[in-house]
């Protein structure tokens, strides 16, 4: 059981450069969520999904867009790449909105740095 | 909009002392808190969740938490750290419903001393 696999694990981008973050979780899992975490900073929530052909904006969605059309894929794309968006960025799942449980299941992150 | 508080940036303990991290949440009804913990370099681990009932819940690796409403607080607790616990931990509060996003405070970074 993989869980959440982010690729890649590390990446250098030049300013107005473009790429896409990729995540797929394996458990079937509705519920998906990209977040970034600055240093000294815990984690902000980007964009969500809440299943397939269904996404919105978290709190700072701004130089990104998400698309979901396939349960299992939540890809990130970054679009003209800025400093601004150096950080770690993380995909998560959570099971289904009928579950009480909102614990989500992390991956082990993305670092992305832009020169 | 929820928020969660962490005022200890830093702490250092010596190995074989208690620990206790304090976090301090805003949510407009019965919360669902969470303790993550992040290895440098690493993924988060959750080390233990509250939803509802005991208000004191226990997780992995020796890892309480109580639930105090009267103080909005959902402090974690060791009562022996061992120096595999060096790590940045994380509170956070989760959305009952809706999206059922989570917010995370800033995080504590604990230091071992042999």
């Known amino acids: 059981n993989a869980g959440v696999t982010q690729t890649p694990k590390f990446r250098i981008l030049k300013i107005g450069q473009s790429m896409t973050l990729q995540c797929a979780q394996d458990?079937?899992?509705?519920?998906m969520y990209w977040y970034r975490q600055d240093p000294g900073m815990g984690l902000k929530l980007i964009y969500y999904?809440?299943?397939?052909?269904?996404?919105d904006k978290g709190e700072v969605p701004n130089g990104y867009n998400v698309s979901r059309s396939t349960t299992e894929d939540f890809p990130l794309r970054l679009e003209l790449a800025a400093p601004s968006q150096t950080s770690v960025y993380f995909c998560?799942?959570?099971?289904?909105?009928?579950?009480?449980?909102?614990?989500?299941?992390f991956g082990q992150g993305t670092r992305l740095t832009v020169v | 909009a929820q928020s969660v508080t962490q005022p200890d940036i830093h702490i250092t303990v010596s190995e074989g002392a208690s620990l206790e991290l304090r976090c301090n949440y805003s949510?407009?009804?019965?919360?669902?808190l969470f303790w993550y913990v992040q290895s440098p370099g690493q993924g988060l681990q959750l080390l233990l969740k509250?939803?509802?009932?005991?208000?004191l819940v226990q997780g992995i690796k020796g890892f309480e938490a109580e639930f105090k409403r009267s103080q909005s607080s959902f402090n974690l607790r060791k009562p022996s750290v061992h120096w595999s616990d060096a790590a940045e931990y994380f509170c956070?509060?989760?959305?009952?419903?809706?999206?059922?996003?989570?917010?995370f405070g800033s995080g504590t970074r604990l230091q071992v001393q042999p």
């Open positions: 458990m079937n899992h509705n519920y």
């Open positions: 956070a509060v989760g959305e009952v419903t809706g999206r059922r996003a989570l917010t």
């Open positions: 999904s809440v299943g397939a052909g269904i996404t």
């Open positions: 998560a799942s959570n099971p289904t909105g009928e579950s009480l449980s909102t614990e989500a299941f």
């Open positions: 509250y939803f509802s009932g005991d208000t």
């Open positions: 949510y407009g009804a019965t919360p669902y």
